[in-house]
Structure formats: structure tokens, C-alpha cells
């Protein structure tokens, strides 16, 4: 199969990796909400839950500028 024929754009990118953003965010926060025996993975999970929130926003902003800018 011939690389050029499909061209992955730099919004593709974008957009692929803030659907993985907010899919960690679910994870996450239900892996903290499932967590009822170790209180410090509990927390753990929840930290990384907004952790992934910020960085979904980030790029869902990144990803409107470019839309915007590319349009």
C-alpha cells in the first residue's frame, strides 16, 4: 500500500488525540469511582482524570484555531 495515498492532516492529529484525551478523562474518573480499597490509587485516578481534562481542553482549543484559521 502506497503511503501517499491517504494524507493524515495536522487536524486529524488534533482531533484524534483530544477524542483520546476525553476517553481517558471517562477512564479515569470511573476507575476512581470503581476504586473502593486503596484510598491513595483512588485519589490517584481522580488526579489523573482532570489531569486529562486539562490537556482535552488544551487541544480541543488547539483544535478550534486551526479549524478557524484553516477555514
Sequence with gaps: MCHRQ?????????LRAWENSM???RD???YADLTEDNDKA???????AEN???QAAK???????????NA
Design 28 to 30: 479515569f474518573q470511573s
Design 42 to 48: 483512588k485519589q490517584a485516578f481522580y488526579d489523573f
Design 23 to 25: 476517553e481517558a478523562v
Design 6 to 14: 491517504i494524507k493524515i492532516t495536522t487536524y486529524d492529529r488534533l
Design 52 to 54: 486529562s481534562a486539562k
Design 59 to 69: 487541544l480541543r482549543n488547539l483544535l478550534l484555531e486551526y479549524k478557524k484559521s
